[in-house]
């Protein structure tokens, strides 16, 4: 209708929460096609290389970045980058910043999570909640008990310590890595920022994380 080609793209509004599913749909394709995935939201800053963590931790089909503001972790385990150790199901995870091996346990999660679009009231991050709940607390991995069993036992996945995959509280507000003396995080999402995107364009700047002329 012109109503909804006049809509703004908001967050919360209905045309943003279409553009969620769109990522989940083009990751779900390109996994499909045998690819490894790292989904990163325009709002996100990357300082490393993520794939070191990926690569420490083979056993894992998804790593998450997530809302919270806290860790588990202690200095020493921030010192070696390992991943959340109070990783459970209930972890408010974030679909702007996550990576997807693809296996066979993945690929056959993507494709029920592409296929709750039609069926579901909310953007692409509500709908993995539920998928990712269903079913019992699973178990640690045997070989990595920081991946744990998800999704009614059918998917082992991993959380990213939000220290080194930081969100916009955790990285401007509490700037937790510093608290825990971990390295320059791998990458941050500009969620938890006030004022749209002109608030996350401020606060980027004041980290010198945003791409201005160098008169500016």
């Given at each position: ?169 955790s990285y401007f507000v509490s700037k937790l890595h510093s608290l825990l003396n971990a390295d320059i995080p791998f990458g941050m ?28």
């Open positions: 209708s012109p109503e909804e080609h006049d809509a703004s793209a908001g967050w919360g509004t209905s045309l943003w929460t279409r553009n969620t599913w769109q990522k989940v749909f083009a990751v779900q394709k390109i996994v499909s096609w045998g690819y490894d995935v790292i989904l990163s939201d325009l709002d996100v800053v990357w300082w490393r290389d993520p794939s070191i963590i990926f690569d420490k931790h083979p056993q894992a089909d998804m790593f998450f970045s997530h809302d919270g503001v806290a860790t588990s972790n202690t200095e020493e385990d921030a010192a070696v980058s390992l991943l959340e150790k109070g990783a459970s199901i209930h972890n408010f995870i974030n679909t702007g910043m996550y990576m997807v091996r693809s296996t066979g346990a993945s690929r056959a999660f993507m494709r029920r999570w592409a296929a709750r679009y039609p069926h579901f009231d909310g953007h692409d991050q509500n709908g993995i909640y539920d998928l990712i709940k269903s079913g019992p607390e699973g178990e640690k991995h045997p070989e990595d008990p920081a991946i744990l069993r998800s999704a009614n036992n059918t998917l082992y996945h991993a959380v990213l310590p939000t220290y080194v995959f930081a969100n916009g509280h999402h500009a969620t938890w920022t006030y004022e749209n995107a002109a608030g996350k364009r401020s606060r980027l700047r004041e980290v010198k994380a945003w791409h201005d002329p160098h008169e500016y």
